[in-house]
């Protein structure tokens, strides 16, 4: 076996080309290295890499060759796998188990397998594509390349198993065994000895990979033999044997279909496990997305109409959650959030259950409605922005929901869940945000809209086309898992029973996934979309098509993922919800001028009323019941309180009969009447506190009373009794004996009381956190590409040799060599290499074409900055001329 000297994935970073290899047998214009593959791109093509990259740009690359070094790190080859769909990713984890270089023919093959796979061989070019946009591989067809660090992360090794299920080589499984043992397992495997272990490992390696000889070989192996096998064949590959292991296991030691990776461990060898699975690399590859499927069809009217409904009523609970905090909400916990009491207090409130509670509080607080006021007792409340929000037509306000729901990284499907440290996430708490949430929602959306319009998908087969598109990190699939796990169970070895070997773990399809993190937030995004109105009936409504920026596409390679990544400007974000606002105002029913009045002493309003109305009647009457009609219910205590507010009796009395479609009832009538009569006898003040009353008869009443006694009363006068208790207490505790005393002031008026509505400073709403690096503009990306052309040239740029120079170190000349040299330059309009220090002391080289030389600065245009550019003589360290060409 020949050793080949490895070709480079950027300059110092080895990535396999023998340097034996001629141009013909790689191509004249085949790159040696992913630097050199980046070169010869064009500059729209390199745009497309630093678009679908974006972490590349941060800094901007000094030239292709740091680009092409960036490329190839960890963290950002994880990123870029992750974000793979998944027929991309099952390319990307055979050209790791391929030899290298490879073919785009062996990889179809290894796709395909044996029999080949018509849909296999339609998307490979376009998977291809990606990972060659992405930089992921490099090389022509017949030089496939993975870049060295994806194929340390997706080629197999016993503690990270291949996610495909396959393991070593025969060549790297036999790397440390003895020759002598090589030999053997080559005889008893029917082949002639050799005279050395590499051509011996060589000629098992035909064996496995030759069809008809190694039929025949399995065609004589105990049948017990082909039972072991065929529970390794598809992952994972190692097992556990005894010290003596049994007859048929030892047959397969044998003959190498079974080689010794540890004392007591063994391993399916790769050739051997493709022949047993017909040449494929994964046991189903997935080379188009699964197909959204609907499950109902509703008429596009229908689901217009019943997300409409759902719309009005989302605008309603908010402002019922907001109302209900008006005076000052729950206090903030110290670790920041709610408390599950006051989660509890809010759900009961709203007459909903606790995550339906959750999700309203953190709708309200990503539109910026809701915040902490910052005080020393600090607290939840309202801020300016809601009461600016109240002011805008029914439409606009949820058209600033529903988009404030799209963008929020705050997920509210994870409040009552368990953080990495086992604490308890609470509503608007930290550690909610999740950075793929907007993504998955849009996507989600974006999804529905494919289907016929009023037709609701099955969520089952929209999670699995998520999926497709996104794998999830670690999933455990038999034949393929995404980067960052394994399509076989952890590598750990089975037990041994009766000498036989036991397959490290069950198949792993057999065992149900755990349900990753998107698959969450899409199947709480489908929720909360039909809570919100954005879909009705579980299809997409006429107006939550409107929020999406463009018509989606369905593309068959999953590009529909990468478009939802797109953020939107505040611009298209802003003209999308003025669209929906515009779709959804016809649907919403106009707001009401009237009540019906009833001799039940109730109120009912037919649909929702107008502000001023609304407001009036929730201080004179208590909500009963809610839904397409509220009924409203006057009490004693509702109508002292709207008198608390400052109204009269004949005040109550006109607003109801200007208010209402049928007469005002007498009962109503009377019960105003008879509230107003008492109200505002007994007078309370400070003083403690005093009562103060004319009718002497009252005040006895009251001292009789035992349910009196905790007030501590005594008579300082006739007409007044003082108490050890404060005004606020007092008229309380009246109020709950019967009695309707009006607090006064120390001028002896009456005190009118209305509800304070506290409110925050102005606060703005919660950023997004974004999930990497945000995607660059076309203006960033477009300079980019010019400052990393310019700078490559000025560092591949030919030079003639310079005293310390040589080895790539900025040029040193004297003053009056650079002076001499740059004049020359102006002259005969030729470029020339120069070193530069700046003031900041950061050295740097560069080309530039001196135009004119003059009061010690040299003007010229800068080659690596793409303009124009004067530089101080004295901060030039050396200059050099290009070498000519040719």
């Not at 972490?55 to 960036?70: E, G, I, K, S, W």
């Not at 990503?366 to 020393?376: K, M, N, R, V």
């Not at 999740?434 to 999670?463: D, F, K, M, W």
């Not at 929020?547 to 953020?567: E, K």
Request: a negative charge; charged letters at 20%; one cysteine or more.
């Amino acid at each position: 076996m020949s050793t080949q000297s490895q070709p480079t994935d950027s300059a110092g970073v080895s990535d396999g080309v023998s340097d034996g290899d001629t141009a013909a047998a790689r191509g004249v214009d085949a790159p040696r290295s992913l630097a050199e593959a980046l070169r010869s791109r064009a500059d729209g093509a390199l745009a497309g890499l630093l678009r679908a990259r974006p972490d590349l740009l941060n800094p901007v690359p000094t030239d292709l060759t740091q680009l092409a070094t960036r490329a190839g790190t960890r963290a950002s080859v994880v990123r870029a796998l992750e974000r793979l769909d998944r027929f991309a990713q099952q390319v990307a984890e055979v050209l790791a188990v391929a030899s290298e270089p490879t073919s785009y023919e062996e990889v179809l093959r290894l796709l395909g397998g044996d029999d080949g796979d018509a849909d296999v061989e339609a998307a490979l070019p376009r998977a291809l594509a990606t990972l060659h946009e992405q930089a992921l591989v490099w090389g022509p067809d017949d030089r496939l390349r993975l870049v060295r660090t994806a194929r340390e992360l997706l080629a197999p090794t016993p503690q990270h198993p291949s996610p495909t299920g396959l393991g070593p080589t025969v060549a790297e499984a036999t790397a440390g065994m003895s020759p002598n043992r090589v030999q053997d397992i080559v005889a008893a495997a029917g082949l002639p000895t050799t005279h050395d272990p590499v051509s011996a490992v060589q000629a098992l390696t035909a064996l496995f990979t030759d069809r008809t000889r190694m039929s025949a070989l399995l065609d004589e192996a105990p049948a017990e033999s082909v039972e072991v096998l065929s529970r390794l064949v598809w992952g994972p590959p190692y097992g556990q044997v005894t010290a003596d292991p049994a007859r048929h296991l030892r047959w397969l030691l044998d003959r190498g279909l079974l080689l010794p990776t540890a004392p007591g461990t063994v391993v399916l060898p790769r050739e051997a496990a493709l022949h047993l699975r017909a040449g494929r690399a994964h046991r189903a590859p997935e080379p188009t997305p699964p197909p959204v499927a609907g499950a109902r069809e509703h008429r596009p009217q229908v689901v217009d109409a019943t997300a409409a409904g759902q719309a009005y009523t989302a605008l309603a609970t908010v402002e019922e959650l907001l109302k209900d905090w008006d005076e000052g909400g729950p206090t903030v916990l110290r670790a920041g959030g709610l408390s599950v009491r006051d989660l509890k207090r809010t759900a009961a409130a709203l007459d909903t259950s606790e995550p339906l509670a959750a999700f309203w509080v953190e709708l309200a607080y990503a539109a910026g409605l809701l915040a902490s006021d910052g005080e020393a007792d600090e607290r939840y409340a309202a801020t300016p922005a809601y009461d600016a929000w109240q002011e805008l037509p029914a439409a606009e306000r949820w058209a600033a929901l529903a988009t404030a729901w799209l963008a929020a990284t705050r997920t509210a499907g994870l409040v009552g869940g368990r953080d990495g440290k086992d604490r308890t996430l609470s509503a608007l708490g930290p550690h909610l945000d999740r950075s793929a949430a907007p993504e998955v929602r849009r996507r989600v959306l974006a999804l529905l809209a494919t289907l016929p319009e009023g037709t609701a998908p099955v969520p089952e087969s929209l999670l699995a086309r998520l999926g497709w598109e996104r794998p999830a990190a670690g999933r455990s699939q038999g034949g393929g898992g995404a980067p960052g796990g394994s399509g076989a169970a952890p590598s750990s070895p089975g037990s041994t029973r009766g000498g036989a070997a036991n397959p490290s773990a069950a198949n792993p399809s057999d065992s149900p996934t755990p349900r990753d993190l998107r698959s969450r937030i899409a199947q709480w995004s489908l929720n909360e979309a039909e809570l919100l109105g954005v879909t009705g009936r579980g299809a997409l409504s006429s107006h939550g098509r409107a929020l999406l920026p463009d018509a989606p596409g369905t593309g068959a390679g999953g590009t529909g993922a990468d478009s939802a990544d797109g953020a939107e400007s505040l611009a298209e974000r802003g003209v999308a919800a003025a669209r929906a606002a515009r779709l959804l105002a016809p649907l919403l029913p106009e707001p009401l001028d009237h009540v019906l009045l009833q001799a039940d002493l109730t109120a009912v309003a037919p649909g929702p009323l107008e502000r001023p109305l609304a407001d009036a009647l929730a201080v004179l009457a208590d909500v009963e019941s809610k839904g397409g009609a509220t009924v409203y219910r006057f009490t004693p205590g509702s109508v002292r309180r709207a008198l608390d507010a400052g109204q009269s009796a004949s005040d109550l009395h006109a607003f109801l009969a200007a208010h209402s479609r049928t007469p005002v009832p007498q009962p109503l009538a009377y019960l105003i009447d008879d509230v107003a009569r008492k109200h505002g006898h007994l007078r309370i003040g400070a003083a403690s506190a005093y009562v103060r009353c004319d009718d002497e008869a009252l005040l006895n009443e009251i001292m009789a009373d035992k349910r009196a006694q905790s007030l501590r009363l005594r008579r300082l006068a006739p007409t007044v009794l003082a108490a050890q208790a404060d005004p606020g207490a007092l008229l309380d505790g009246l109020r709950a004996m019967g009695f309707a005393p009006a607090a006064e002031s120390a001028e002896g008026d009456v005190l009118i009381t209305r509800a304070h509505a506290h409110r925050t400073p102005p606060r703005s709403a919660p950023e997004p956190v974004p999930d990497g690096p945000p995607l660059p503009g076309a203006t960033l990306v477009d300079a980019a590409v010019r400052a990393i052309r310019a700078g490559d040239l000025a560092s591949t740029a030919p030079r003639k040799e310079v005293p310390a120079a040589a080895d790539g170190r900025l040029p040193r000349t004297t003053a009056a060599e650079t002076l001499a040299t740059m004049q020359a330059a102006v002259l005969t309009g030729e470029a020339v290499w120069i070193g530069y220090v700046n003031a900041e002391g950061s050295a740097s080289q560069r080309v530039i074409a001196p135009v004119r030389v003059e009061g010690g600065f040299v003007t010229g245009y800068d080659h690596t900055a793409d303009e124009v550019r004067t530089y101080p003589l004295h901060r030039v360290t050396g200059v050099a001329e290009l070498a000519d060409e040719g």
